[in-house]
């Protein structure tokens, strides 16, 4: 049974950071894509940021220069690190894999964590 599990969250002021984490366990081996994404209250979910395979990585134009996506593959952990939060990072932070590709379109990602709430306060 494959199980993702995000941590990390929490409630930050502007200007602050966070560090998000996700477990993944189960058969997860091959699997080519991870990635973050979030929802906002009101809005659709969208791709934050996710590193495939072979290492490369590709962000949504709103967190460039500001969050990083890393992966262990030893450990099958994924993080983003998320600084220089904005009010409008505020949202439910879910991590996701697709065994075969890395779209944005967070339709076509098969695995899905809990979510883990991030809120940033002015």
């Known amino acids: 049974q494959v199980r993702l599990v995000e941590s990390g969250g929490g409630s930050v002021q502007a200007g602050g950071s966070l560090r998000l984490t996700c477990a993944a366990s189960?058969?997860?081996?091959?699997?080519?894509?991870m990635g973050w994404f979030r929802q906002a209250p009101g809005k659709e979910r969208e791709a934050v940021a996710t590193?495939?395979?072979?290492?490369?990585?590709n962000y949504a134009d709103s967190v460039k220069g500001r969050f990083t996506i890393s992966k262990d593959n030893a450990k099958m952990t994924l993080y983003l690190q998320m600084n220089s939060l904005n009010t409008e990072d505020t949202a439910i932070y879910y991590c996701?894999?697709?065994?075969?590709?890395?779209?944005?379109?967070?339709?076509?990602?098969?695995?899905w964590g809990q979510g883990t709430q991030v809120t940033v306060s002015s």
């Open positions: 996701a894999a697709n065994p075969w590709s890395c779209p944005r379109d967070y339709r076509s990602y098969d695995y």
């Open positions: 189960g058969h997860t081996s091959g699997w080519y894509c």
């Open positions: 590193v495939d395979g072979d290492a490369r990585t």
